[in-house]
């Protein structure tokens, strides 16, 4: 386990709301999590659960409008980056903390050479100069393993393949050694091989300059591989947070069993994914009570009437979730959940 | 690349031969017979057939068109019906002067409409992008012909700040080419605008906001470049709305130029003198396009790919 | 007259127009009430077709009478807009041009669309060497630049307001053709025309009964906003003296008349001229409004 010292990254009740004709969406509605130094911390859920909006939040990266942080409070090293003025945001975005995005097929600048989008971060930051910096570009094309980086860095995306795009973009990400990676399905657009080499590059820069890492993703396998500990995102909340160890030994909230119980076993021949049935509520209109409850095999009275908090269980980790509380009842027949 | 180039220039050339064609048809439907006209009224018919003879009138209209097709080859756009001066030396006379016009209202177009246009997409919405695209809008809807009359009475009858009409100096121009340049300036200004409202919605922008750049080095180095490749093409082909426009701009400031070439000889009926003016300024225009193409092809290639 | 080039981005049906007549014309209807712009061009369009229609009503005066004791006088209350140069009444002149001026413009749109409705859809239907062929002709009228298409027309023809209205319909035939053409090839790609196919409908049925009327949109869009260029154009060529010819009230040839006056009596010019832009406006405002409406890609 990593050492209990100060957090570098605390979200606390943060909530990001969108303001459109339909009403407000509740895109992210209250989550906490923290982040320590040379921890990687993986969020999961399905695609509008909240993840990505999550991490755009931390950089105040959110289209406003529509959108808007509503509440809570980001501690950047004790600093919360909510009401931090937007000249100083501009100092930690790609500085303190930076991050990879999931399409890097049009992440990076069309007509702009890769080279100078990594320079140009080093220029703005760590006040280098033009040739300093573009030394310091090819250097870390190198490093991110793209051969011959001297001629790549004078290079236009086009002419790059999608894992070169996207070690590109770890390089720039990782050009001014961040303090903390945020790494949105950094994966999910390449192959399977490139993946692999990909998720293995982010960890071994990661022990070399000792940064944290938040990795979104839908991919269990992904975290599975890379992540110290998981937040389960639902409908813009946590419903979930554990050691990975303890996600995928003893998963305690449905959905998390559900999302469990939808990972392709390689052992068991079947012929289609299990997936949970039902669809997620509305971001514009969520239900009083637990947000899952009308897809939850165990739904109570109690689970429609009242949303339940996220309670901290006697192994160290948090659901939320009735089943885990004194009021739950447990009458209701339970089915049987792979 | 080259490909594309050689692939663009074969397939100019059918372009070409048609608009050629469509010249050469058009002056068929004049109606009478050209050799009566030629001859003038009491002409006996001897005189008709005659000048029939020598015109080559009596042939198949497929041998007259590849004649007439042969004869452009060699640089011949046949001769003024009213002074007998061959068309071509007429044009090379009037063509320098609408070219200046066409250039000096173009980059009008380009200065003013990206300026605008970039203007309204930095604050969208804002009381600044509705104030210009609400000009811009007017902009597309003012008769250049009836705009130039009013500028030239406001500049240069009650201000007296401009000359009224002629092609001396570079005073002379800014009213002619203003004219000429707004209504085009008004659709660059839409279309840079919207372009740029679409850049600023990718994925790269956000990317370049995530590595902490000021929002005006996001815009003029990272949105620009982009959003301005599309802006390309209507710049090319507002250079072919300009051409026709010169008609009528010149004909408002009594310039000399190629356009009002063509008004004067339609009102004279010098048939061969429209014929070639229209033909010059058409190819003139084939060429631009085919330029413009190349460069945008160059540009977009990266994009395309993505 | 620079605005030939506006709609050069094919306007494709969007799927969700495909839908039976009568909610069509309701969704019609309730775009109109949105979009709060497109009903503003509508409000301006309606005005100019009310005075069209009921210009003898409406003018003050006889619009050809001439009183050359009244010639050059500024506007007053006697007449609103002044007096030419022969003491007619500006008013009234172009209270009665709004015809001319618009039925050009709508003749005109109305012969380019027909000719080139049919070009589009022929080619976007049966494709291959019949739309090569169709589309190679469609470019070679392009390559003309801006009005230079219609002279050569009139240069041949003669001038005339009819000669004028077929010129400026002339130029306007590619233009349609190649949006007709792009929203032809999409709806042809739809299930529901090879259902009706195989159901032995023959090509005239499934073009004119099953894709025409689901590629109207983009065609009322086209013809809207080529309205606008439209009347521009027939204005200009007026005014070059190729198409109404003096005395007729035409807006074109008001002004060039109003041009020999510009020093003593500016007003002959100013009040044809903003005829023309407003009216002009008004179909621009409503051509946009409806492009927003119809086609959702479109907006922001």
Request: aromatic fraction near 8%; include cysteine; charged fraction near 20%.
């Amino acid at each position: 386990m990593n050492e209990k010292n100060k957090p570098i990254l605390e979200v606390k009740g943060l909530k990001t709301y969108f303001t459109t004709k339909r009403g407000v969406s509740k895109a992210v509605d209250g989550i906490d999590f923290t982040l320590h130094k040379g921890e990687t911390l993986g969020i999961v859920g399905e695609s509008g659960c909240g993840k990505s909006i999550t991490s755009l939040s931390i950089l105040r990266l959110i289209p406003s409008p529509p959108g808007k942080i509503a509440g809570g409070s980001i501690l950047f090293k004790g600093n919360d980056l909510v009401t931090m003025s937007e000249n100083e945001m501009r100092k930690v975005r790609g500085n303190e903390i930076s991050m990879i995005f999931q399409e890097p097929m049009t992440s990076l600048n069309p007509v702009i050479p890769v080279g100078e989008q990594i320079a140009e971060a080093l220029r703005l930051h760590q006040k280098m100069g033009r040739r300093e910096a573009w030394a310091k570009s090819v250097e870390m094309l190198k490093l991110v393993g793209i051969p011959s980086p001297e001629k790549r860095a004078k290079q236009e995306p086009f002419q790059l393949s999608g894992g070169m795009r996207q070690r590109v973009m770890i390089a720039m990400a990782l050009a001014c050694t961040p303090e903390v990676l945020i790494a949105d399905e950094p994966t999910t657009a390449l192959d399977v091989t490139i993946q692999a080499q990909i998720l293995a590059l982010i960890k071994d820069l990661q022990t070399k300059i000792g940064m944290g890492v938040i990795m979104i993703t839908h991919d269990l396998g992904v975290v599975a591989e890379t992540c110290d500990k998981v937040a389960v995102m639902y409908a813009g909340n946590i419903v979930e947070h554990a050691t990975t160890e303890q996600i995928f030994a003893n998963p305690k909230h449905p959905y998390t069993q559900g999302l469990l119980a939808s990972l392709p076993k390689i052992y068991e021949d079947q012929e289609e994914l299990r997936t949970i049935e039902g669809s997620v509520p509305s971001s514009y209109n969520m239900p009083a009570g637990c947000r899952f409850a009308s897809r939850c095999p165990y739904q109570e009275a109690i689970c429609t009437a009242q949303q339940p908090e996220l309670v901290e269980q006697s192994d160290g980790s948090k659901v939320r979730c009735w089943k885990y509380t004194e009021q739950w009842t447990g009458q209701v027949e339970q089915e049987e959940v792979v | 690349m080259l490909m594309f180039i050689i692939r663009r220039l074969v397939q100019t050339v059918p372009v070409i031969i048609g608009v050629t064609f469509v010249v050469f048809f058009i002056m068929q439907l004049v109606p009478g017979d050209p050799a009566v006209l030629l001859a003038g009224e009491g002409a006996s018919k001897d005189t008709i057939e005659a000048i029939r003879e020598q015109l080559g009138l009596n042939r198949p209209l497929y041998v007259q068109y590849f004649d007439y097709l042969m004869n452009l080859a060699n640089g011949d756009f046949g001769v003024s019906l009213k002074n007998s001066q061959p068309v071509l030396d007429e044009i090379l006379v009037r063509l320098p002067i609408t070219l200046e016009l066409a250039l000096f209202s173009i980059l009008i177009t380009i200065v003013l409409g990206m300026g605008a246009g970039i203007i309204s997409a930095v604050k969208p919405y804002s009381m600044q992008d509705v104030g210009v695209m609400l000009v811009a809008l007017i902009g597309i809807s003012l008769p250049s012909f009836w705009f130039g009359l009013m500028l030239m009475y406001f500049f240069s009858v009650k201000l007296q700040i401009l000359p009224v009409a002629g092609w001396d100096s570079l005073l002379h121009v800014i009213l002619p080419a203003l004219t000429l340049g707004a209504g085009g300036a008004a659709i660059v200004a839409r279309m840079t605008r919207s372009s740029m409202l679409d850049v600023i919605r990718q994925d790269y922008i956000r990317t370049a906001r995530a590595k902490g750049l000021r929002e005006r080095l996001i815009i003029y180095k990272h949105a620009l470049r982009n959003a301005l490749i599309p802006v390309i093409t209507v710049v090319g082909l507002q250079f072919g709305a300009l051409l026709g426009g010169t008609v009528l701009v010149e004909s408002i400031f009594a310039i000399n130029g190629l356009g009002r070439m063509i008004v004067d000889a339609i009102r004279m009926r010098d048939l061969p003198m429209v014929q070639g003016g229209v033909l010059f300024a058409s190819l003139i225009f084939v060429i631009v396009n085919l330029f413009v193409d190349v460069f945008y092809r160059f540009f977009n290639k990266r994009i395309e790919l993505n | 007259m620079s605005l030939e080039v506006k709609t050069e981005q094919p306007i494709v049906v969007p799927q969700s127009i495909i839908q039976p007549k009568e909610s069509r014309l309701r969704d019609f209807l309730s775009i109109m009430m949105v979009n709060k712009a497109a009903m503003v061009g509508a409000i301006i369009i309606l005005f100019y077709i009310f005075i069209a229609i009921f210009a003898p009503i409406l003018a003050p005066y006889d619009p050809y009478e001439i009183q050359l004791e009244n010639k050059l006088m500024p506007p007053s209350f006697e007449h609103w807009m002044g007096t030419d140069d022969k003491g007619r009444d500006i008013l009234s002149r172009i209270l009665y041009g709004s015809r001319l001026s618009m039925g050009v413009g709508f003749a005109a749109v109305a012969f380019g669309a027909f000719f080139g409705i049919i070009f589009g859809l022929v080619a976007g239907y049966y494709g291959k060497w019949v739309d090569s062929i169709i589309m190679r002709i469609m470019d070679v009228m392009l390559a003309f630049p801006g009005i230079l298409l219609a002279l050569a027309i009139i240069s041949a023809l003669g001038p005339s307001l009819i000669n004028v209205t077929i010129a400026v319909g002339a130029f306007s035939v590619p233009l349609f053709a190649r949006i007709v053409r792009g929203s032809t090839l999409e709806v042809k790609r739809l299930e529901y025309i090879d259902a009706i196919r195989s159901l032995g409908a023959n090509d005239f049925t499934i073009i004119f009964k099953h894709i025409f009327p689901n590629i109207l949109s983009p065609i009322i869009v086209q013809g809207t906003l080529r309205l606008a260029t439209a009347i521009l154009s027939a204005a200009g060529l007026s005014f070059l003296g190729l198409g109404a010819q003096p005395p007729s009230p035409e807006w074109g040839t008001m002004l060039s008349n109003g041009r020999d006056f510009l020093f003593s009596a500016p007003y002959i010019a100013l009040f044809p001229g903003m005829a023309i832009s407003i009216l002009v406006l008004g179909f621009n405002i409503f051509g946009d409004g409806l492009r927003d409406a119809f086609d959702p890609r479109m907006k922001k």
